[in-house]
């Protein structure tokens, strides 16, 4: 595994888990890592990386309290963790819930290293914008709220043109819905993410985009709350 970079500071490690993109702002010596990942041992890996090229991990943000995206967050415990407040709640009140749905379909050391992990909470609740600086680049958390989950967030960077979206966004197959999402909650979220979002949108599963793929997700989205 290595990173690969696919805006001007900003590097994706893919992880097996559905292909759940780990990613890394970095400038000036500095990196904050976007979703951790599964398993605290290869998010390791990651940090490993991360630090052989010379970067201090800052900080980690967790964009919704899905555990293919932040079960390895206990990797980073000594640097701050951001999050939506009703993500953090959602780790909380049914984060063993996630945890015995995803055992549902891993085997052997996968199976093992997802039964004994801590799922950790992030550390800092993110209600309102949040900047962050990195090395030079400025960086802001926008909390959306309820939508492809409880509480989804994504991570502007607009010195790479570059909104990280997380699942918000999906081009590795068709967006995600469970019983915890909000369809109208998400269809503002795609208003918003056109209205405020960079042109580049680095989804959290599969390659970046544009803002044509919103368009995509608004038409199944619609259809889903017309059948619904
Ligand atoms: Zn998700």
Redesign the pocket.
Known sequence: MSLEPIAPGIDRWPMPEAGMNALVVADGGEALVVDPGTLPSRAGRLRTAIEARGDRIVGVVVT?A?W??CFALAAFADVPSFAHPAAIAELRERGEQQRAAALGSASGETADALRHLTIALPTVQVETPHRLQIGALAVELEPIGHA??RGDLVVHVPAAAATLA??LVETAGDP?LDEQTDVGGWLRALDRLGAHGQPLLVP?HGDPCGRERLDHHRALLEAHLRSG
């Open positions: 919704h899905h293919d995206h492809h989950s997380g699942d995600q959290g």
